[in-house]
Structure formats: C-alpha cells, structure tokens
C-alpha cells in the first residue's frame, strides 16, 4: 500500500514554532482534511507532505514509488500550450513507465534463461502493465474530456491557447492536470476557491471515486462534509485528528473544548486579579518585593489559548430600516449580449425579510440579475421597482477594484460606522480576517481578497433593508462564514444573494430562483436551496433542462409572444408531470401528519392517566415525547403549506 508517513516533524520560523512534534499517516484511501486558523501552517505542512519544503527534525518515510501530487491554492499560470496539450502533459510520469515496459519486453524477447530469473523478469513486466492502465493511459482521450467537461470547460474550450485563460481558470486547468495524474498522495489546497457549485459537486463524486488517497484544505463546510472521514486541526503548532467528517470534528472538539473554556476563563480571572494587586503594591517600598513576586507569577504562568474558530463572537449589523410589505417587483426584464440571450422576460416579486438564492450554472445570468436589481446594468429591457422605503447595500464579485484609498483599514471602516459600533469595530475586523497590526494597513496596500472582505464589511455596516450579495463568502474562512451567517440570519431585512458554498445557500436561503441556460426560463421554488435540490430532477440539473412551469404572461416584444403550438403542448405535459408529482407528495405529508397527530394524542391521553402524571419521571419523558412530536407535526406542516402554494400556483 502507497503511503507517506512522518513522526515528530519540528519546524520553527524565528522564535515561532510552526510545527512541534507533528506525526501523520495518509495511504492510499485515507479521505482526510486539514483544518487551522489562518496562519496557522497548513499550507506549509502540505509542501513538507509533498517534499517541497525542507523541515528542521523528524522523520519523513515514503513507500517506494509511491507519487505525491501538490496542487497550492493559487499562483500556477499556464502559457504556450492549447488546453488539450497542457491538461496532457499530466501523462508525461506514464512515458518513464512506458520506456520501461519497453526495456523489459525487449530483454524477455532476447532472455534464453529459465527458472527463477526468467519469472521475475516476467513479473516485472506484468507489474509495469498494471501500473500503465491504473493511470487510464490507454483511455486518457475520454479521461481528459470528463474532467475538462466535469470542471466547466467547453468542447471549445480545449484547441485554445491557455494564456487566454483568466487566473480563475488557470487554477481550473491545474487541477485537471492533478486529477489525471491520479497520484496515490493527493494534496489539494482549497480546490474549490475557483470552483462554482456545479464543478464541486462534480469534484465531490469525483474524489469519493477516487482509488489513491487525499488531504483537503477547504473552506467550504459542505464539501468536506461529503469528502471526508478524518480531520486533521493544527493549533498552535500542534496536529491532532478527529474521526468523523467535519461537522462531527465540530461537535467533539466543542464538548472537548468546554472544560478549556472554563480553565480559560478561570485563568483571566486569576491574571486580572493579579495584575490589579501588582498596580496596587508596585509603588509601595514595603510591599516592592510581594508586587515582584506576582510579576514572576503571571510571566511564568503557561497561558490558555482557545482556537478563534471556538471563541464565540456575535455581530450585529444595524437594524434594517422599516419598509413596505413588497420588497422588490421585477417585471418583464430581458437582457441579451448581441444575439445571446440572458434573461427574458423574467418577472419577480419578493416580499420584504425573504431571503432568496438565485441558483443556476454558469452562464445562466446570475450576477447580470443582480447588477440590474442594483443599478449597476442599464443596458436591459423591463421594470426594477423597490417598494416604500427600501434603501438596498449591493457587494459585487469585484468590488475590491473600486476600492483606492490611503487611509487605514481601522479608519476606513470606522468614518461609516454608526456610533454605537464603533466600539465593536476591531472584533468585526477581526471576525473578517484583520487582526494585530493588519488594521493599520493602508487600504491602497490590501490584496484582492483583503480589499472584498473590507468592501463587505463596510457595506453591511450601513443601515439598510435590502442586501444584494454576489459571492459573499468567497474569501472567508470557515469561521468567518459562521459569524456572516450568524449575522446575516439576524437581519431582518430583505436578502438576494448568490452564492457556490453549499452550506451558506442552504442555511440563509428561504426561497430559491432558479435560472436556466437551455431555455432562458426561470423558476420559483418556495423552500430553502436543499428544499429546490430534493424538488428538481437530477437530469434536469446536470442537463439544464429545467424549462419556466409559471403562467404565461404578457410578453414583452411580439417575438416573445410568438409561442407556437408545440411549446404550448410541452409547457401544459409539464405542468401536468409537476403537478402529478406535488399531489403526490402532499398526499405523503397528510398522511404522516395523521399518524403524527395519532401519536401526539395517544401520549395525551396517556399523560392524563393519574398513574403516569403521579411518576415524575415518566410524565417527564413523555413530555419530551410531545414536544418532539409537536416539533415534527410543526415542520411538516410547514412543508405541506409550501406544497400547497406551488400546486395553486401551477393550477392557476
């Protein structure tokens, strides 16, 4: 079995230790991630795993020709090939084996021995056989086509010149390149920053297929709920793992962690104490030595450290100004680019507090939506209406562009804030990556990704009632996308967002706009984003099929109006099949809510017995009892009434 395995492994910068005594074993198999603060060496223990970063003590062992695949998380441009020629040269590892194979088949043809020699040899070539079709060598025209088409590239993209790929898609191409190489070690560092949710659900499929075995950096919770069984955390210099997927990893290090939290808290007591007495004695020439004494006391005690993922940071915007019960009316909006069309004739209205996804591929006019809904596009046909009141902060994808200024982080952050948070203002950088002396910065120095968490920060800082966010979580760790949501779920105004982290979609959502390429139709979902994945086939995602079941309205040109007989046949099978489909799961619902309601009764009256109500433990159980089943019957309410309304809705 291939593997690569260190113990002990030290490694310092200056008076920092990086690494102190890190042991790990990955193996062909192991499904693992690595998890840490900013900061906190991942990115460096992965180059020492590859063998590109040299360390100061330990132990490295690898299994003799085991190959150890890195792939960083930016920086790789590719140049002077077309994208067919460079996604092949991942191959160019299986020429060695096939020179081989070819030294060995040759000294077979020309072997007169027998016996024991003559079997190795033999062996020998067959192994080399095996090694060449594992890597899909022989089948590398349709391998390559899969990943290309699997990670977003077109049939027409693959005879173009990489050079004319932009940063984003050159780290695409580099991925490709990893994954055909099908290493035995794969390392990938935040594979999916580039990738939209189509490319990482096929990312994800494609790595639980994967016969070698991996260590994940990520920061999308969802991807590593699905790609993992182990979790590795690096915390002050220190490895640790945790069986499970991430959100189990989660669940254990926060019981493991409670007991720090109190010891952590006990010790702040005892340091705040102490230095209060050290303040009061210093200048007291009887008690000088006493205040020396205590001094030492805080300079040798050993201080507890929490992870600032685990230290519990609230956030709250301000209040979103009150406004009408209609939040936004689009009507009619159709926008092309030539002869390509985008949108057409998409009508919308959202009520105020919604939270709405817009979902679709790549392609399918997601951020066009948004830059009409914020003013930032002119160039389309139709209506944008607000209702009373509203007052919209808009973030777009490249809003670090616009962001010039000489002043500091600190400052200019702090000349919009409202007053009352202005004491709260380092935690919220903090919260969005900027801690220590990042926040006397000058803007003008910041990077892309600093610049779009600050132009984030700022906007969410104003009083408004209707958010307008293209990618928000783009360059957010983990635990600053907890905070956005925490806070973000705390708002109440309106919400209409973009997004390719699975997790935040699910979690923020309430209601899901599904946009389609194949027939430039949209669609309304009344549920969260998990809620539109489970109602949607899923031929029709991978397809893009998904054809508008909305009735028909008003047209906005007469071409839009000219819908011949056929299509009118296809929309009404449509409506009828969607239809057929929503009776069928409301009838499950009813039914369950019924023996819900038979349950939740028969513990009444159980309850209501003077036998069981005089034992305080079993009333107590059977409380619980109820309440779960008060819980569920709630819930499935709730699902039926969405039901419901879109049944109307396709009936009316």
């Known amino acids: 079995m291939s593997f690569v395995q260190f113990s002990k492994v030290n490694l310092a910068f200056?008076?920092?230790?990086?690494?102190?005594?890190?042991?790990l074993r990955l193996a062909s198999g192991s499904r693992s991630c690595l998890t840490g603060a900013n900061g906190s060496g991942k990115s460096t223990l992965m180059k020492i795993i590859a063998g590109k970063m040299n360390w100061d003590s330990g132990e490295r062992a690898v299994q003799k020709d085991t190959r150890i695949c890195y792939l960083p998380q930016s920086g790789i441009v590719h140049r002077g090939k077309t994208l067919r020629q460079e996604v092949e040269t991942a191959y160019a590892f299986v020429h060695n084996l096939l020179e081989c194979l070819e030294k060995k088949g040759s000294l077979l043809e020309k072997s007169e021995e027998d016996g024991a020699s003559l079997k190795v040899l033999i062996e020998e070539h067959h192994s080399l056989q095996e090694q060449i079709e594992n890597t899909g060598y022989y089948r590398r025209e349709a391998e390559i086509s899969s990943v290309l088409y699997g990670l977003g590239f077109s049939s027409g993209d693959t005879e173009r010149n990489t050079g004319e790929f932009s940063g984003g898609w050159q780290m695409?191409?580099?991925?490709?390149?990893?994954l055909l190489e099908k290493p035995d070690i794969l390392l990938l560092d935040e594979p999916t920053n580039y990738l939209d949710i189509e490319?990482?659900?096929?990312?994800?499929?494609?790595?639980?297929?994967?016969?070698?075995?991996?260590?994940l950096v990520s920061h999308d919770k969802y991807f590593l709920d699905v790609c993992v069984n182990e979790v590795y955390e690096l915390f002050n210099g220190n490895l640790k793992r945790y069986a499970g997927n991430y959100s189990s990893y989660k669940e254990t290090r926060q019981v493991e962690l409670e007991s720090l939290i109190k010891k952590y808290a006990e010790q702040n007591e005892e340091i705040e104490k102490t230095q209060a007495l050290i303040r009061r004695f210093r200048y007291k020439a009887s008690k000088a030595s006493f205040a020396q004494e205590l001094v030492k006391r805080l300079e040798k005690m050993e201080r507890i450290e929490i992870p600032a993922s685990f230290k519990k940071i609230n956030i709250n915007f301000p209040p979103a100004p009150h406004c009408g019960n209609i939040a936004l009316t689009l009507n009619c909006i159709t926008k092309s680019y030539g002869n390509h069309h985008v949108l057409n004739a998409l009508d919308l209205c959202l009520d105020a507090g919604e939270r709405l996804v817009v979902a679709g591929p790549n392609g399918a006019g997601k951020s066009t939506l948004l830059r009409i809904i914020a003013g930032e596009d002119s160039d389309f046909k139709g209506d944008v209406k607000f209702g009373t009141g509203v007052k919209m902060g808009y973030f777009?994808?490249?809003?670090?562009?616009?962001m010039q200024s000489s002043k500091t982080v600190l400052d200019f952050i702090e000349e919009?804030?409202?007053?009352?948070?202005?004491?709260?203002i380092r935690d919220m950088l903090g919260a969005f990556l900027f801690s220590g002396d990042d926040v006397y910065k000058s803007v003008s120095v910041l990077s892309g990704g600093e610049k779009s968490r600050l132009a984030l920060l700022k906007m969410l800082l104003r009083p408004v009632n209707l958010l307008v966010l293209d990618e928000p979580t783009n360059h957010l760790d983990l635990y600053s996308k907890d905070?956005?949501?925490?806070a973000l779920n705390k708002f109440t105004g309106t919400i209409i967002f973009v997004s390719h982290d699975r997790a935040f979609m699910e979690e923020l959502s309430t209601k899901t706009f599904e946009l389609s390429i194949s027939a430039v139709s949209y669609k309304l979902f009344y549920g969260n984003y998990a809620y539109y994945l489970e109602s949607v086939k899923p031929d029709d995602l991978q397809e893009n099929k998904t054809h508008c079941l909305k009735k028909s309205k008003p047209a906005c040109s007469q071409d839009a109006k000219e819908i011949n007989n056929e299509q009118r046949r296809v929309l009404d099978k449509q409506k009828q099949a969607a239809s057929r489909k929503l009776e069928r799961q409301e009838e499950a619902i009813l039914k369950k809510l019924e023996e819900l309601e038979t349950k939740k009764n028969e513990l009444e009256n159980e309850l209501a017995d003077p036998l069981v109500y005089s034992n305080a433990q079993r009333a107590r159980?059977?409380?619980?009892q109820l309440d779960l089943y008060s819980l569920h019957i709630s819930e499935q309410t709730q699902y039926w009434e969405s039901i419901a309304l879109q049944l109307e809705e396709l009936k009316n």
């Open 621 to 624: 159980d059977i409380k619980r």
């Open 172 to 178: 695409r191409i580099a991925l490709a390149k990893a």
């Open 416 to 424: 919009d804030a409202p007053l009352s948070l202005i004491p709260k």
């Open 396 to 402: 777009s994808q490249d809003a670090a562009e616009a």
């Open 483 to 486: 905070i956005l949501l925490d």
């Open 199 to 215: 490319a990482r659900s096929w990312l994800e499929d494609y790595l639980n297929k994967f016969q070698g075995g991996y260590l």
């Open 14 to 23: 200056a008076d920092r230790d990086i690494l102190k005594n890190v042991s």
